[in-house]
């Protein structure tokens, strides 16, 4: 009876495999290069589960048809000469699509190490996806088509950031203080530009730069803010840098108001804790507790990503980047209908598509996202408004402000060099 | 005022914590011409392990048992391996330690992942101590000062009002002739490379949760209290304690300075522009450059003073 079968069988499946290569359902491989151990470990881990949630999510809603992604981590402890060791060695074992975020130097050089790659070994280009180097170099002198940013630059969120600051009168007196890095120096640059053009009457009182990663005890750098009589602080530091100078600052009861980038990281809230209350203010590219500002369908789709995300690895979620990657991607692959760089590369340029804060463009021009930006206050939940807290504290960020991507939109000086299309 | 009042306690706690760490090193090396190069890992040590206990039974507790700990491995350390490494010579026993550093990092990766742990200051300490002008002084730093100076005493009494630090102290100069007095002359080296390594630990146990306890903290302090005990000279426990506080001080009020070459420059009618070469570095303030100040004290010291401040062997 079986033996009847056998050759129809065959035949189907000898149909299937020549009928394969068409749509055949592919696992693209994107390598996380970050640093996964040390102090500033927390997050890297926080960024790779976010995107391995997307991913995942992707996968059961088929964001990318046929096609599903995977991120795997690399560990550059940091460094740009370790990352590209890690570049290397994930080219080596066929990886196409690179991720990196923390750190502008180490963004600065992979797009350098990948522009020359892709100009040696045609055929085998690689595609990098940002999703938190934010020197606005990347996107302007530096730009390159293999680059896309998914964070919002230095210099839209510093648009937003002294727009909002020159509106309170009862600022005087700003102290700048930065990680001694690509990204520190724009922040420092970009700060001192925008106050000048907004509120010249604003006196810059100090302007400190520190090295990354280094400083244990912030309380010399305290002393001096303090001593400088500001009202203000300006810095663009993250990570454990902005955690132990708040952490400072709270011990020798600094009172200046704070205005950062970076609140929101591993183990920024825990240090601010009850202190920061009212003081620490940040500007990002996105913010859970918007109920006022965004859609509610927007609000409660957020929201139930967020808390998914803290039941199932009790951290909080806050790179809503990871989710434009993972969502452009997809998209980029389904309507190229390849997963080839090159093309989902050129597919990618200038869409349109879905991120957690609705509908954003990759601008082809530069391959900056443009997306509203939020500025909002470390406060306590209150059940309406703050709604949802960071690390358990009991304290969360009330949102002040939405402002519109074409508000916070900056002009490009990128010249891109594009390859041809085949 | 203020500000120099401050700055000045900042840098005298940052000095003490130092010197906890370096009169380790510096009494090995007096004793046992052993470079510790792992040291610094027995500070980490000393921090997970007081991670480790406090989050079970609390932080007073593992004030005392943690350092305890250290000193044991420490002290098994020396027995079972540098004591036989020894007869090869010195180079033999600096790599020892060097292999051994790497092997303790990896060790607590292992245990503890390679995140930061948390690892936090005891609610009871966690207040401000003092409030002066319009500045509060956290009161953990005061703990930190308290501990490192009762240590400091500890020390200092052991030394010379003890039959053991009488014997320690005789072993430094004349081994040869205490051994033939009748005195165990290998158990003391390792009483004293077990004690150092409980320096090291307490250390950690109060540095982990002031700053941030991560496989990273040994690498960072390493480099520091070899400065200390270069400068302070090789084995001079008073120079260890004078460098710490120097440097300490040094540091935090290199921070607050903003001149640089170019202010230096423009006080005498010459002006720099962005434009001059080498702008780049003459604007460099010193505020800047203040995490590269202890290199440049050591590489001075070593020029002009190789025996250090206080040392008293040449080189």
């Known amino acids: 009876m079986t033996t009847q079968f056998r050759p129809l069988i065959l035949a189907i499946s000898v149909a299937a495999a020549f009928a394969a290569p068409i749509a055949a359902a592919e696992v693209v491989k994107v390598a996380f290069i970050e640093t996964l151990t040390g102090a500033f470990a927390p997050i890297g881990q926080n960024q790779l589960r976010s995107y391995q949630t997307f991913t995942e999510m992707g996968k059961q809603k088929k964001w990318a048809g046929e096609h599903s992604i995977e991120f795997v981590g690399f560990d550059n402890k940091g460094s740009p000469q370790e990352s590209l060791n890690q570049l290397k060695s994930a080219i080596d074992q066929g990886y196409r699509y690179i991720a990196q975020g923390n750190g502008s130097g180490v963004a600065l050089a992979l797009v350098d190490a990948i522009n020359k790659h892709n100009q040696r070994n045609p055929g085998k280009e690689v595609v990098f996806f940002n999703h938190s180097a934010i020197d606005p170099d990347l996107t302007n002198s530096k730009c390159s088509f293999w680059h896309f940013r998914f964070d919002a630059n230095v210099d839209m969120k510093m648009e937003a950031l002294s727009s909002f600051l020159a509106k309170d009168q009862s600022v005087k007196k700003v102290y700048i203080i930065g990680q001694n890095y690509a990204h520190g120096h724009q922040v420092t640059r970009a700060a001192k530009e925008f106050l000048k053009r907004k509120r010249p009457d604003i006196e810059i009182v100090g302007d400190d730069l520190h090295p990354i990663a280094q400083v244990k005890d912030f309380s010399p750098y305290v002393a001096k803010i303090k001593a400088s009589g500001a009202d203000t602080v300006i810095t663009g530091n993250w990570g454990a840098d902005l955690a132990l100078l708040i952490k400072a600052a709270k011990d020798s009861g600094l009172k200046t108001n704070f205005f950062t980038y970076y609140a929101g990281t591993s183990g920024v809230p825990t240090a601010m804790g009850a202190a920061g209350e009212d003081l620490v203010k940040t500007v990002g590219y996105w913010e859970v507790n918007t109920i006022k500002f965004v859609p509610k369908t927007q609000y409660e789709y957020s929201k139930g990503i967020v808390d998914t995300f803290k039941k199932k690895y009790n951290d909080d979620f806050y790179t809503m980047a990871t989710y434009s990657v993972v969502s452009l991607f997809s998209k980029a692959m389904k309507e190229a209908k390849s997963t080839d760089p090159v093309k989902v590369a050129f597919a990618m340029e200038g869409m349109k598509f879905q991120s957690m804060n609705g509908e954003v463009e990759m601008r082809k021009s530069d391959h900056q996202l443009q997306q509203p930006l939020f500025i909002s206050t470390w406060s306590k939940v209150d059940g309406k408004e703050v709604i949802n807290d960071r690390e358990n504290t009991g304290y969360g960020f009330r949102t002040n402000q939405k402002i519109e991507s074409f508000v916070a939109s900056q002009p490009t000086s990128c010249q891109m060099k594009r390859p041809d299309r085949s | ?315």
């Open chain 2, 1 to 315: 005022m203020e500000f120099t009042f401050f700055s000045l306690l900042n840098g005298l706690s940052y000095g003490l914590m130092l010197f906890m760490l370096s009169s380790g090193l510096t009494l090995i090396f007096s004793m046992m011409g052993v470079l510790n190069f792992a040291h610094a890992s027995f500070y980490m040590v000393g921090a997970y392990l007081a991670y480790a206990i406090s989050s079970q039974i609390g932080f007073w507790p593992a004030l005392v048992i943690a350092p305890l700990l250290v000193g044991i491995i420490g002290a098994a350390v020396e027995r079972f391996g540098l004591r036989t490494v020894h007869k090869w010579g010195h180079i033999p026993e600096l790599l020892f330690t060097f292999g051994l550093s790497y092997v303790i990092v990896e060790v607590v990766q292992l245990i503890w992942g390679r995140a930061a742990v948390r690892y936090v200051i005891p609610p009871e300490l966690s207040g401000s101590l003092f409030t002066a002008y319009s500045t509060t002084f956290p009161m953990y730093r005061g703990f930190m000062m308290l501990i490192a100076l009762l240590m400091l005493l500890a020390i200092y009494l052991m030394l010379t009002r003890t039959r053991i630090g009488l014997v320690i102290q005789a072993a430094l100069t004349h081994p040869n002739t205490v051994e033939t007095l009748g005195h165990n002359v290998p158990r003391v080296f390792m009483l004293v490379f077990g004690g150092g390594c409980a320096l090291a630990g307490l250390a950690g146990v109060i540095g982990g949760n002031a700053f941030v306890t991560e496989p990273s903290m040994a690498a960072t302090v390493g480099s520091i209290i070899f400065v200390v005990v270069v400068v302070g000279g090789m084995g001079s426990l008073a120079g260890a304690f004078f460098a710490s506080l120097l440097i300490g001080v040094m540091q935090t009020f290199a921070v607050a300075l903003d001149n640089s070459l170019v202010t230096l420059f423009g006080r005498f009618g010459v002006d720099f522009t962005p434009d001059t070469p080498g702008y780049e570095v003459l604007k460099l303030s010193i505020s800047d450059v203040a995490p590269i100040l202890p290199y440049l004290l050591l590489v001075l010291i070593l020029i002009f003073r190789p025996m250090g401040l206080m040392g008293k062997r040449e080189g």
